[in-house]
């Protein structure tokens, strides 16, 4: 195992890294660091928990300190919170040179984040279309000289979704610099790097001779259930599970603002203390409800995908799909919070009959099937008509907010960006809110007739 002291890094951040218990390296910090101090660009892709982000912040932080001045180097990351902590482990490194770095994502106040950017920081971590809003509505600060461009989830940034606000921003970089890539689930994004650098790049792939893309101490595992009785099924998950493992933070996955926030007034309501992050709410809240479940003040945390990406947090012990994500890799990036840097962990997802394709699609990608994690029918036939009120408690509550009028006013705002006239907008909106039925929900003996027949097709 290599030695930070072998890989041609200055004393101060090898005694840096000593200091916060760091003193071998990961290989994709072995391979990259010594490419990006030779000046190669570099991708690098390795699975979740590998240490990508020191493999590209140590090199630059050396590179900093032989030619101090800001703006040095650009990152670049599709979450807030993502972003935060990236911010961060700079920091903590960089303390040694009195690192100037700012975040600038969405959600917080763009007046503050002109000033920091107006003087100048060394390190830039930013999501894109905050970023481009600051290109094209300031000019007090210049991006013409940095010397690192950082693209950090590279395949989520350059899968399309980002294109825009990607364009403003590479116009305003100089055609002279290093530019980094990294991921997890970097393989199917590689023909699009052309557009970040003509250079040849250094690639790094993690060995790998099971051809599994988790971590083999991730112990992957499903349920089948019904799914209008899938809450049912994760109060017991969670019960089954906290019956053999005592200690240990739990996050849980779902498909929706709505959703999450649903399942969040429905667990806190049933004593399951959580938080919930997803993009409805307010960043400061965002960053108050990661800050409680990192410190572990509170156990379960509820998330949409705005989590599913490089948080690092070493107390998760399982993670639960609460739905299967549509694309596959998704499910990657998800379960790889838990079993990081060697740590073991597991991975439990809720799948209904309409579910197995995606199932199948999944363990195709990760070259592995998923074992089934037992719960108790039984106990699920007992809680289910509690938490069924439960939850109509809690969206009536919802209903009674301006969670939905958020939404909207979300909806529109994203809209109108993408170019369309703003009375379109309204009209297409308000169209859409008349013409929307309402779902039919099931009834008790309905859901007890579905848990009978799913135990019969187990018994068979």
Same mark, same amino acid.
């Given at each position: 195992m290599a030695m930070f002291t072998d890989l041609n890094l200055n004393s101060w951040i090898v005694n840096q890294l000593k200091a916060v218990g760091l003193k071998n390296a990961k290989p994709i910090q072995k391979n990259c660091i010594p490419a990006i101090l030779e000046g190669k660009d570099v991708i690098g892709c390795a699975k979740t928990g590998s240490g990508?982000?020191?493999?590209?912040?140590?090199?630059?932080?050396?590179?900093?300190?032989?030619?101090?001045?800001?703006?040095?180097?650009?990152?670049?990351?599709?979450?807030?919170?993502?972003?935060?902590?990236?911010?961060d482990q700079f920091a903590a490194i960089g303390k040694a040179i009195n690192l100037r770095k700012s975040t600038i994502v969405g959600g917080m106040d763009m007046v503050v984040q002109g000033q920091e950017l107006a003087k100048h920081p060394h390190i830039v971590v930013a999501t894109p279309g905050r970023l481009a809003d600051h290109l094209e509505s300031c000019n007090t600060f210049s991006l013409k000289r940095i010397k690192f461009l950082v693209i950090d989830e590279a395949d989520r940034l350059l899968g399309g979704d980002f294109d825009k606000q990607l364009s403003i921003i590479f116009q305003a970089l100089p055609k002279e610099k290093q530019s980094l890539l990294f991921s997890a689930t970097i393989t199917d994004a590689l023909e699009r790097v052309q557009q970040v650098s003509s250079r040849e790049f250094f690639i790094y792939q993690s060995e790998d001779d099971t051809?599994?893309?988790? %971590? $083999?101490? @991730?112990?992957?595992?499903? &349920?089948l259930c019904p799914k209008d009785i899938r809450d049912a099924y994760l109060v017991e998950v969670i019960r089954t599970f906290r019956a053999e493992n005592g200690v240990g933070s739990i996050m849980i996955f779902t498909d929706t603002c709505k959703h999450c926030q649903l399942l969040s007034m429905t667990l806190n309501e049933l004593g399951f203390d959580n938080v919930a992050l997803?993009?409805?709410?307010?960043?400061?809240?965002?960053?108050?409800?990661?800050?409680?479940?990192?410190?572990?003040? %509170? $156990?379960? @945390?509820?998330?949409?995908? &705005?989590?599913?990406?490089?948080?690092?947090?070493?107390?998760?012990?399982?993670?639960?799909n609460h739905n299967i994500p549509n694309v596959p890799k998704e499910y990657i990036h998800r379960v790889g919070r838990t079993a990081r840097a060697g740590r073991g962990g597991m991975a439990i997802s809720l799948v209904t009959p309409h579910d197995i394709k995606l199932l199948h699609a999944i363990e195709e990608i990760i070259g592995t099937k998923l074992k089934e994690f037992k719960v108790n029918d039984k106990e699920i036939v007992t809680i289910f008509t509690q938490i069924s009120v439960t939850k109509r408690e809690a969206e009536i509550i919802l209903d009674e907010t301006d969670f939905y009028e958020k939404k909207m006013i979300n909806?529109?705002?994203?809209?109108?960006?993408?170019?369309?006239?703003?009375?379109?907008?309204?009209?297409?909106?308000n169209e859409r809110k008349k013409h929307k039925k309402p779902k039919k929900k099931k009834t008790d003996q309905k859901i007890k007739e579905e848990i009978t027949l799913k135990k019969t097709i187990d018994s068979d």
């Open positions: 990508k982000t020191l493999a590209f912040a140590l090199p630059i932080l050396q590179k900093l300190s032989e030619d101090p001045y800001g703006i040095f180097a650009l990152v670049l990351t599709p979450t807030r919170e993502l972003a935060f902590q990236i911010s051809g599994i893309a988790t %971590v $083999k101490e @991730l112990d992957q595992r499903y &349920v997803h993009g409805m709410i307010k960043q400061k809240e965002r960053l108050a409800a990661l800050t409680k479940f990192k410190s572990n003040q %509170v $156990k379960i @945390l509820i998330a949409t995908d &705005v989590a599913a990406r490089g948080l690092d947090i070493p107390i998760v012990t399982l993670v639960v909806k529109r705002k994203k809209l109108i960006m993408e170019g369309m006239d703003p009375e379109e907008v309204d009209e297409f909106l």
